[in-house]
């Protein structure tokens, strides 16, 4: 195992549909997403990988930005979060309702 799989998660919130979604949800499905977060960038990369609580699952029927490999992962209860990993930083990019149109 490499060093960078030690090291721990770094989060890109900045994403303006993730954002968006993020900021009409109810503040009690905030606060889940929130907590979720919140561990996610508590885990070194490897853990991200293996936690069954966040159910990390490559996004096989489409590509990222620059054709980087997409991901969806529990993010909160009833929701799935696409992101894509640049290094270190787990890049947020959307947030779903549902585990089927995370894939969409």
Do not use: C
């Amino acid at each position: 195992m490499n060093l960078k799989s030690h090291q721990l998660v770094r989060l890109d919130l900045n994403n303006p549909v993730f954002q968006r979604r993020l900021f009409n949800l109810s503040k009690n499905e905030q606060h889940n997403i929130l907590n979720t977060l919140r561990k996610s960038a508590n885990m070194a990369w490897q853990q991200v990988y293996v936690d069954y609580g966040l159910k990390w699952e490559a996004i096989l029927s489409q590509k990222g930005p620059g054709g980087k490999k997409l991901y969806s992962f529990r993010i909160g209860k009833g929701f799935r979060g696409v992101a894509h990993r640049e290094g270190l930083w787990l890049r947020l990019l959307s947030l779903h309702p549902d585990h089927d149109s995370a894939y969409q």
